[in-house]
């Protein structure tokens, strides 16, 4: 199986984008924060484009703040290991990563983030694709997987004049590909009021022959609990699993494997009532798609067998939901990556 912390933007000839991101709650639930690596080489050029963003979500205020910087890279500046990588200047923008600490800071028209983690991995790494073979192959056009499912960070943060010590629990990340899917609704949960487990799951329309077929949706999902992973995330089932709900506030797909059935329901507070962020992500054609992203979604999960008999029902309103919609418009126009630091009702 391809490394999951490899560097794909290494051995990429000609367009790819790459994401790996962590993403973690404070102890008290109130805060959550993204940090987000993004690195983008546009077809026909040779350079690469770095964009370093933190984002820290308030579910007290329902609001997020963003800081980022972006920068231009050459192939001899990227490290081949993203778990032993430093990225950006050390005088105004820079973060660094290994298997056991992350430290950073941005620093962006006068206000400045910083972050000094110490990180203790206590899940595993979840390959969303059933089989090597498609990480190797050019379809799907998006790759994902998750490096560590569980992560408890201990540390400090400050954001401006908020400064914040003690512990998170997130998850790691990984995507890359030659252009995001058409339409996509993604979830992922580490923390269950009752229960340790964690899951993560999408369901996506992909774009065929130059957007004149889309697919219908292609749901995957994981789910381990008590030990084991349930794994939904056959391809050939893909197409079939029923979505009930894909919009922006809300996931609802049904999904069955050879032994049970896993009803999942993801459902957030519009903006002004839950913390959303804008994001801009663009293609290596140069086009661009809009997403919205909270970590404050509330989480359903049933597990039944076959027959119907609950198994296990989970909990969670601390539920990553992000959404990418054609009909997403920009709000505010930003310069790079982040577009909309406040979400606003449209």
């Not at 997987?145 to 954001?159: D, N």
């Not at 797909?253 to 050879?258: A, G, P, R, T, Y």
């Not at 310069?335 to 979400?343: D, K, N, Q, T, V």
Request: hydrophobic share 35%.
């Amino acid at each position: 199986m391809r490394k999951a912390s490899a560097v794909m933007m290494r051995t990429s000839r000609d367009g790819l984008y790459e994401s790996f991101y962590f993403r973690a709650t404070s102890s008290d639930g109130r805060y959550a924060f993204w940090l987000k690596h993004n690195l983008l080489r546009r077809y026909g050029e040779s350079a690469m484009q770095l964009d370093l963003a933190f984002i820290l979500f308030d579910r007290q205020n329902a609001s997020a703040q963003v800081l980022h910087q972006q920068q231009t890279l050459s192939a001899d500046a990227l490290p081949g290991d993203w778990q032993q990588a430093r990225l950006g200047h050390a005088d105004s923008a820079y973060s660094q990563i290994t298997p056991t600490q992350l430290q950073g800071c941005i620093t962006e028209n006068g206000q400045t983030v910083s972050w000094d983690w110490t990180c203790q991995a206590q899940g595993q790494t979840l390959y969303h694709f059933p089989a090597q073979l498609w990480y190797h192959t050019p379809w799907p056009k998006k790759k994902i997987l998750t490096v560590q499912s569980r992560l408890v960070l201990q540390g400090s943060l400050r954001f401006g004049d908020l400064l914040l010590h003690g512990r998170w629990v997130g998850m790691n990340g990984h995507n890359w590909g030659r252009e995001h899917a058409y339409r996509y609704a993604y979830a992922n949960c580490t923390e269950f009021a009752a229960d340790d487990a964690y899951f993560d799951g999408l369901s996506a329309h992909l774009a065929l022959a130059r957007r004149h077929i889309i697919t219908p949706p292609l749901s995957l999902a994981c789910l381990h609990l008590a030990g084991r992973w349930h794994r939904f995330d056959s391809l050939l089932r893909a197409p079939r699993q029923r979505v009930t709900r894909l919009d922006d506030e809300h996931w609802h797909v049904d999904l069955v494997n050879d032994e049970h059935r896993l009803r999942v329901r993801v459902d957030a507070a519009p903006p002004g009532v839950c913390a959303w962020v804008g994001l801009h992500y663009e293609h290596p054609d140069g086009s661009r798609s809009v997403v919205r992203n909270t970590k404050f979604a509330q989480l359903e999960l049933n597990l039944y067998t076959h027959a119907g008999r609950l198994i296990r029902r989970l909990h969670s309103d601390r539920c990553e939901l992000e959404t990418l919609l054609p009909e997403h418009t920009a709000g505010t126009t930003y310069e790079a990556e982040i577009i909309a630091a406040r979400p606003s009702r449209r």
